[in-house]
């Protein structure tokens, strides 16, 4: 759809729609490789084949940069027949409105360019700043989806998350971990109690917040009942979901606008890019600028539900804990910028989250702050692991079982994709 949207566009010199096509691309380029590492692109499109190479993964991401630079070089055209009118009928993201189209190219560059920080010389952390600097400026500027909720249980137009859509409902393995409780509950920033944990995370019936380790058998069934972490929707502990209807939090009800991008997200990459570049000053005052936008991010969707058990975090909350020493010490180090943008990512940013932790090799130490750089993360015991992963944690998605093992086992043998490790070995991305 996107070849045929491009094409078209370059045929009517639409050059202002051709640019978001480009752009689009880019989008899903990246996110297939950060999931997977080398993926098909170069003969993706090509027809009456039914084989197919996959790329490498250094060759994807100049493929990617390839379609940004010229995503950016059309939407910054006004000859033809640009016309935001026309792009508006279709555009759900931006409303036609080309100039944020632009800053949203802007900010994948530096969502992409930020990857390589493993890649020693291909790192260039003030590119990384310059396209923060010239992506989103404010809030105001968001990447936000706006679901239509037309149809009823199980539609597809209504937010992944919400109760209607009844995906979270099985078992009660749908919990809120043990990681991300102690990032905000006090534990790893000491005596930081964050007042977004009362508007985002589940409490338990005795007013308590708790998590579970994924690999736990039996979830919150493994607390006595009182200590059961309630649902993802705040409303109750056991199986199933709550009634149609029932108001949800943060991003877990249908009335939310879902983020795709944000400005707190560039922050906490500006803020990570500056100090590896060594600059404290900038990365303290974007680590701030992320930290006080989710705040805000997390009273608006909120306050999209209005759920009264879900009430504003006060501006006395805000200013206290951006405040607080151990949240905003004079020198902030590469736990405190990559632990609260696990926050502000959390349940929404999956594929930037991995590729974060996958960076730092998931228990890298911050040799500033002498902890781990995801503080209080922790893996799996030995025993916990599947069989084939060898004791190792992912580092890739395999592909499909369905498709290109049955029909492409020539191409991935080439990869190595054969091997039943091969989810676990590292991708070109992280490594050095």
């Known amino acids: 759809n996107l070849s045929d949207m491009i094409n078209q566009s370059e045929a009517e010199e639409r050059w202002d729609l051709a640019g978001i096509g480009y752009v689009l691309r880019a989008w899903g380029w990246l996110k297939l490789t950060d999931l997977h590492g080398d993926i098909i692109v170069t003969e993706a499109f090509l027809p009456n084949q039914y084989k197919f190479p996959f790329t490498p993964q250094d060759s994807v991401f100049m493929e ?12 910054q055209r006004t000859d033809g027949n640009v016309n935001a009118a026309y792009i508006a009928t279709g555009d ?7 100039t944020r189209w632009l800053k949203y190219a802007y900010g994948l560059k530096a969502e992409a360019f930020n990857q390589f920080s493993n890649k020693g010389a291909l790192y260039y952390p003030d590119s990384v700043i310059a396209y923060v600097d ?4 404010s809030s105001a500027d968001d990447a936000l989806f706006v679901y239509q909720n037309v149809d009823a249980q199980q539609g597809n137009t209504m937010n992944f998350w919400s109760v209607e859509r009844r995906f979270l409902c099985a078992g009660d393995e749908y919990r809120q971990t043990n990681f991300v409780v102690g990032l905000m509950n006090g534990t790893q920033y000491p005596g930081a109690v964050d007042p977004r944990m009362t ?4 409490k338990d019936s005795t007013g308590a917040y708790h998590g579970i380790d994924p ?3 039996g979830g919150a069934n493994t607390f006595v009942p009182a200590e059961r972490p309630w649902n993802l929707w705040g409303t109750q502990t056991g199986t199933g979901c709550p009634a149609t209807g029932t108001l949800g939090k943060y991003l877990f009800d249908k009335s939310v606008k879902f983020p795709i991008m ?13 100090l590896r570049k060594g600059d404290q000053g900038t990365a303290r005052q974007a ?7 989710h705040i805000d ?3 608006a969707r909120n306050a999209e539900i209005g759920n009264p058990n879900f009430p504003q975090i006060t501006g006395v909350e805000k200013t206290a804990f951006l405040n607080d020493p151990s949240i905003a010490p004079g020198t902030v180090t590469l736990s405190h910028i990559m632990g609260q943008k696990f926050i502000a990512q959390w349940m929404w940013a999956f594929a930037e989250t991995w590729m974060d932790q996958r960076r730092y090799h998931y228990t890298d130490m911050d040799p500033v702050s002498g902890t781990q750089v995801f503080r209080g993360f922790t893996l799996p015991p030995p025993d916990k692991y599947d069989p084939d992963n060898n004791q190792k944690p992912v580092q890739r998605i395999r592909p499909r079982y369905n498709s290109d093992y049955v029909w492409n086992r020539d191409e991935l043998l080439k990869i190595g994709g054969l091997a039943l490790d091969y989810h676990t070995v590292p991708m070109w991305i992280t490594q050095p």
């Open 262 to 274: 944000t400005y707190f997200q560039l922050q906490f990459i500006k803020a990570e890019a500056a």
């Open 134 to 137: 010239k992506s989103f400026a």
């Open 92 to 98: 759900k993201l931006f409303g036609g409105n080309t």
């Open 215 to 217: 690999w736990v058998t």
């Open 64 to 75: 990617i940069f390839r379609l940004l630079n010229k995503g950016i070089e059309d939407l």
């Open 287 to 293: 680590y701030l600028n992320g930290i006080a936008a």
């Open 297 to 299: 991010f997390v009273n």
């Open 199 to 202: 508007r985002m995370l589940s």
